[in-house]
């Protein structure tokens, strides 16, 4: 008779992506969480995460990507900064999320509608310098597609109160004066970015 195994075979972990993130401008400070658990129990929005920061941050250590890229944990941050005051390390776990979101964002990991209202955000103000609703909802529900332009018209009593109200203009504000200066800083933050990276 075929002997049972007692245990299973031993995991074969792949670090190369660990080691990819502990590359980003604060990924490195992944390696210093002590699975306190403090930010799990602090976090507003872990109940609706796959996976908690510290959790996230164990499959990063364990390279793996595929979880990590997959879940919603980076996507249903919500920045709060919670974590990172409370972390007894000093991580700053919120920052380690934005670089995440980054990450995610230029591997075309990001099918999240926040990395779509990311983008129309980026893209509205980079433009013209200011914020116009408008313009950011109208690219929001271009980048997500057909499904979320009907659904946008079940919010559309919403859309009509903010209006009501003067809290959605109708007119795109004027551009920013000092724009070439705006470009400019862009410009720079890119090359500087660009530099580092090398
Ligand atoms: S609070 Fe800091 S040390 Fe504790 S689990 Fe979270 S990241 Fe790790
Ligand atoms: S910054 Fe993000 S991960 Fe940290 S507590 Fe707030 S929502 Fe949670």
């Given at each position: 008779m075929e002997q049972k195994k007692l245990f299973s075979e031993p995991v074969k972990y792949d670090l190369t992506f660990a080691r990819e993130i502990y590359r980003?401008?604060?990924?490195?400070?992944?390696?210093?969480?002590?699975?306190?658990?403090m930010c799990a129990i602090s976090c507003a929005t872990k109940d609706i995460m796959d996976y908690s920061p510290r959790k996230l941050f164990n499959l990063i250590k364990l390279g793996k990507k595929e979880e990590v890229m997959n879940a919603n944990t980076i996507w249903y941050?919500?920045?709060?900064c919670t974590c990172k005051a409370r972390c007894p390390r000093g991580i700053p776990i919120v920052d380690v999320m934005h670089d995440l979101k980054k990450y995610a964002i230029e591997q075309g990991s990001d099918d999240y509608p926040q990395s779509a209202f990311y983008k129309a955000f980026w893209k509205e103000m980079s433009s013209r310098g200011r914020m116009f609703e408008g313009g950011v909802t109208a690219r929001y529900f271009l980048m997500r597609g057909l499904d979320e332009i009907m659904k946008a018209f079940s919010m559309k009593d919403v859309g009509m109160s903010m209006l009501k109200h003067g809290r959605l203009p109708l007119l795109p504000p004027k551009k920013l004066k000092g724009m070439g200066g705006l470009k400019k800083i862009i410009r720079k933050a890119r090359e500087l970015e660009r530099k580092e990276a090398r």
């Open positions: 980003l401008e604060n990924g490195s400070y992944i390696k210093q969480c002590m699975n306190c658990g941050c919500t920045s709060c």
